[in-house]
């Protein structure tokens, strides 16, 4: 079955740069997410990629593919205390693509 | 975007009574919802997916006469936690998809807590 997997824990400096991974087992995922949960609150979709890109950039945020590894990064350039967080990677199952298997999870701590 | 509100928002409820869990959308229509359960410091648990006028699909382990789904329109999904005890506290979330491929938007959540 599908598995994706996540280090539980980053803590960065306000400023610097945050590197989250993911790995995942599915290899017929159709897209990739990143969803970020604050405490107490519903998922906020940051960004998504399709399968065949290697690479996606919104603003602050880039995310990297690497089908061949099967593993999934997201970069937050200049991070700030307000970006504080989970951030849960997804991948869609082979059923369909709305259906969602979810990482663990990586709590992000930004201090300032 | 879209919108997904889900109600209500915290609810404490006595053991053995039910409680109803909506979600909807508030502007797109959603054939598909999907009814997910999340415990304290864990991730997503996909429990089952609400299909609008016909029954819902549970995952595996999941008792489907416990949470009852009804998705009776294109834009409300229902859960409700039948009978329910202390064990079935937890953090319940909806979401849905406009079918573009873009994400599935997520409500902001309902905490049960089952005292």
């Known amino acids: 079955g599908e598995d994706v997997e996540q280090s539980l824990f980053l803590s960065v400096r306000e400023g610097d740069s945050s590197v989250i991974n993911c790995t995942y087992t599915?290899?017929?995922?159709?897209?990739l997410y990143w969803y970020k949960q604050e405490p107490g609150a519903g998922l906020q979709l940051l960004t998504y990629?399709?399968?065949?890109?290697d690479m996606k950039q919104d603003q602050r945020l880039t995310v990297l593919l690497n089908k061949k590894d099967k593993h999934l990064s997201l970069r937050i350039a200049d991070t700030q205390t307000g970006d504080s967080a989970i951030y849960f990677c997804?991948?869609?199952?082979?059923?369909?693509?709305?259906?969602?298997?979810f990482g663990t999870g990586t709590r992000l701590l930004v201090s300032p | 975007g879209a919108v997904v509100s889900q109600h209500p928002s915290r609810v404490i409820c006595k053991s053995g009574t039910s409680v109803k869990i909506e979600c909807r959308s508030l502007?797109?229509?959603?054939?598909?919802m999907f009814w997910y359960r999340q415990f304290p410091k864990k991730s997503l648990m996909l429990m089952a997916t609400?299909?609008?006028?016909?029954?819902?699909?549970?995952e595996q382990g999941v008792e489907k006469d416990k949470f009852l789904i009804n998705h009776a329109s294109l834009t409300l999904s229902t859960l409700t936690v039948t009978s329910a005890h202390p064990e079935d506290s937890s953090f319940y979330i909806c979401?849905?998809?406009?079918?573009?491929?873009?994400?599935?938007?997520f409500g902001s959540g309902t905490r049960l807590t089952v005292v």
């Open positions: 979401s849905a998809n406009e079918g573009t491929g873009g994400g599935n938007t």
């Open positions: 990629i399709f399968s065949n890109m």
């Open positions: 599915d290899s017929s995922s159709t897209y």
């Open positions: 609400s299909n609008e006028g016909s029954k819902a699909t549970y």
């Open positions: 997804a991948e869609s199952m082979r059923t369909g693509f709305q259906k969602l298997v």
């Open positions: 502007d797109f229509q959603a054939t598909t």
